[in-house]
């Protein structure tokens, strides 16, 4: 079966410094790949989608993530974070042996320190 | 602005009672989903509907119900028979197929029980 696992339940980093969440997924084929972000009692937002082509791809708020065949992964990455990215996030893949319904990691909540 | 609407945004319900969370989108979507998602567990699928009038059951469908008579309206109904229905809600909607993914969230029901 599809899987996506994010290995980390949390992380904690200091405001400027650089983060990277990390995201495994199983997949036979083409995997279509996204990384979402919650925010406290809200509903989740795209922040970039991988569906083919360049391995980097860009998203909104700085982030950007990169697929990695090799390592079935695909870790989500900001070269400086602020008191607002604070949240949780997802990591998720579009199951096409399943009328393309989304599979979603468990989440990894990020911590900012002052 | 096109989104999708959950109401309420808390909900509280007795031992014995169905209630109805409300889902409307005007994104034009053809696909609709609801989600139950509990602390550390991610987002689970309850139903989906990729079509007016047709839905399926998600990973946990039991003890809920849906209904799909217009392509904007996709509420669920959280039946007695769910023993646990303490979750936040999560209502997205999306093109069909994967290259009208992704899916867009709402901002979420709270249900509690009293």
């Known amino acids: 079966a599809q899987s996506v696992t994010q290995p980390d339940i949390h992380i904690t980093v200091s405001e400027g410094a650089s983060l990277e969440l990390r995201c495994n997924y199983s997949y036979g084929a083409t995997p279509y790949l996204f990384w979402y972000v919650q925010s406290p009692g809200q509903g989740l937002q795209l922040l970039l989608k991988?569906?083919?082509?360049?391995?980097l791809v860009q998203g909104i708020k700085g982030f950007e993530a990169e697929f990695k065949r090799s390592q079935s992964s695909f870790n989500l990455r900001k070269p400086s974070v602020h008191w607002s990215d604070a949240a949780e996030y997802f990591c998720?893949?579009?199951?096409?042996?399943?009328?393309?319904?989304?599979?979603f990691g468990k989440g990894t909540r990020l911590h900012i320190l002052p | 602005d096109g989104g999708i609407t959950q109401s309420p945004k808390y909900l509280f319900r007795k031992e014995g009672q169905n209630v109805t969370l409300s889902c409307e989108q005007n994104?034009?979507?053809?696909?609709m989903y609801w989600y139950r998602q509990d602390p550390g567990q991610g987002l689970r699928l309850i139903y989906y509907s990729q079509i007016v009038n047709d839905f399926q059951k998600g990973d946990i469908a039991e003890g809920y119900s849906v209904s799909r008579e217009k392509k904007e309206s996709f509420p669920l109904t959280v039946t007695s028979a769910q023993k646990n229905p303490t979750a936040f809600y999560l209502c997205a909607s999306s093109g069909q197929g994967w290259r009208n993914q992704p899916q867009h969230f709402g901002d979420g029901t709270r249900l509690s029980i009293l």
């Open positions: 994104l034009n979507h053809d696909a």
């Open positions: 998720a893949g579009l199951d096409q042996n399943r009328d393309d319904k989304i599979i």
């Open positions: 991988y569906f083919s082509g360049d391995t």
